[in-house]
């Protein structure tokens, strides 16, 4: 019977800055999606605003949800 293929996972990091508000002027606080909107272009986008520009989905050629780390840092946590 053949081993199960073990998946290594890396953590991903945003690596460029994060301002203190999103693209449509919200404030960004523990989370950030930048991803696509529904006008065409991608944004940084608080939750809020990714729930009235967003185009509702995350993953590749979608966009990226970050949640702030306790060291500062922001995790990729989904997309």
């Known amino acids: 019977m053949p081993k199960p293929l073990m998946e290594i996972t890396r953590r991903r990091y ?3 800055d994060v ?11 523990d989370e950030f999606i930048d991803g ?3 006008m ?5 986008m ?12 995350l993953g590749l050629g979608n ?12 995790l990729k946590v989904e997309g």
């Open 40 to 44: 065409g272009p991608w944004a940084i």
């Open 36 to 38: 696509r909107t529904m």
């Open 19 to 29: 301002g203190e508000k999103d693209d449509f002027g919200r404030l960004i606080t």
């Open 14 to 16: 945003w690596t460029g």
């Open 63 to 74: 966009g990226q949800r970050y949640k702030k780390q306790p060291d500062g840092k922001w």
């Open 46 to 57: 608080a939750p809020l605003s990714w729930r009235v520009e967003g185009i509702g989905k």
